[in-house]
């Protein structure tokens, strides 16, 4: 890993939507990644020797208890290499850095990565709290 460098940035809109689409992630297009890019209060991506994200994560928040964290993705060729576990850490020394005390953070956890997301203290619900979501269409 000597030749993978992170860095408390956000990767290009190219790489954004490549490590979406190759990590298994739903595919997103051009003018959904741009917001993403600029309005996430928090990025982490892993670099290459050329410069090329090869693992990335964010936040998204309001800076003051809620945070959602997204977008956690790394290049198949890449992966079990500990690249996700350095980024989400990076991500939640941020949170505890800069927030308030009694931050929220919470995340969607694909079967994939709920080891990862539980060794570093995340649970489930157990008020009876159960993930939703709405699909915007036109």
Known sequence: MDDLRLEPLPPTLEDYL???RLSGLT???PDQGAP????????RRIVDA????????RVVGDGGWYFLVAD???LPDFQRRGL??????????DIREKAPEG???TLLADPPGQPLYRSLGFSEPTSGSV???LLMSA
């Not at 993403?36 to 990025?43: C, E, G, K, P, Y």
């Not at 050329?50 to 994560?57: E, I, L």
């Not at 996700?84 to 020394?93: D, F, H, Q, S």
């Open 50 to 57: 050329t410069g090329r994200s090869v693992a990335m994560g």
């Open 18 to 20: 490549d490590l979406r």
């Open 27 to 29: 595919p997103k297009r």
């Open 84 to 93: 996700g576990r350095r980024i989400l850490e990076g991500l939640l020394a």
């Open 36 to 43: 993403a890019l600029t309005n996430s209060w928090a990025w």
């Open 72 to 74: 956690m993705a790394t």
């Open 131 to 133: 993930t939703m979501h």
């Open 103 to 105: 931050a929220y953070v």
